[in-house]
């Protein structure tokens, strides 16, 4: 993909497997949008205001949250209750081969209920700095990125509140890992993982 000085932000090849057109999304288990990547940089940009950024769990991750009218994502966490804690299900995945796979618990997709998976109100957009990506990508052995955008869009949540929710437990200790085995190095803060315990002890994905 062609660099892109114009634009504040781009869609990170991390992020690839969340877009229809990509190879990766076949095998992607959360919200997978029919837009190009290109046509969804496109929107995202022309919406970009820079005070309107969220600080993230770290100083190099920020969130912005826009209106969702321009894709059909639906909503892809469930409440648990006694009606459809059968349908959980858990396996250890990796995001890709360098990764180290960690244990999830989810909903099957094709388990739930249609209705139950409303069209998201808000699009999450989770950025890391181009200096944190370029970071990570050597530390894993990855090329150059020739990509000069300030920011890159590592994920995409679509959701009903414009607001974080909580990082689930298990992706925040992947991140305390080191660079090299795909975090970033970030020390694990007790508090805020409290807080995502607290919110995912009744939530799971849909994936």
């Not at 990766?24 to 929107?43: H, L, M, P, R």
């Not at 459809?84 to 618990?105: F, H, I, T, W």
Request: net charge negative; proline share 5%; hydrophobic share 35%.
């Amino acid at each position: 993909m062609a660099t892109s000085d114009s634009k504040s932000l781009v869609v990170d090849p991390f992020c690839f497997r969340q877009f229809a057109e990509q190879e990766a999304s076949k095998t992607y288990g959360g919200a997978v949008f029919s837009n190009t990547v290109a046509d969804f940089e496109g929107i995202v940009n022309a919406r970009y205001k820079e005070e309107q950024l969220k600080e993230g769990y770290a100083p190099f991750c920020k969130h912005l949250f826009i209106l969702n009218d321009f894709t059909q994502a639906k909503v892809n966490v469930l409440k648990i209750t006694p009606e459809n804690e059968g349908l959980l299900r858990s396996s250890y995945e990796a995001r890709n081969d360098k990764e180290l796979p960690v244990l999830q618990r989810y909903f099957p997709k094709d388990l739930v209920k249609e209705d139950d998976l409303p069209v998201a109100k808000y699009l999450d957009l989770i950025l890391y700095s181009r200096e944190q990506i370029n970071k990570e990508n050597e530390s894993m052995g990855k090329e150059k990125d020739p990509e000069t955008a300030p920011w890159g869009i590592v994920s995409i949540k679509a959701q009903d509140v414009d607001y974080e929710l909580p990082m689930t437990p298990i992706t925040a200790m992947r991140n305390a890992l080191g660079k090299d085995q795909g975090g970033s190095g970030v020390n694990l803060d007790r508090e805020k993982y409290m807080e995502a315990v607290n919110y995912w002890k009744d939530h799971a994905n849909v994936s």
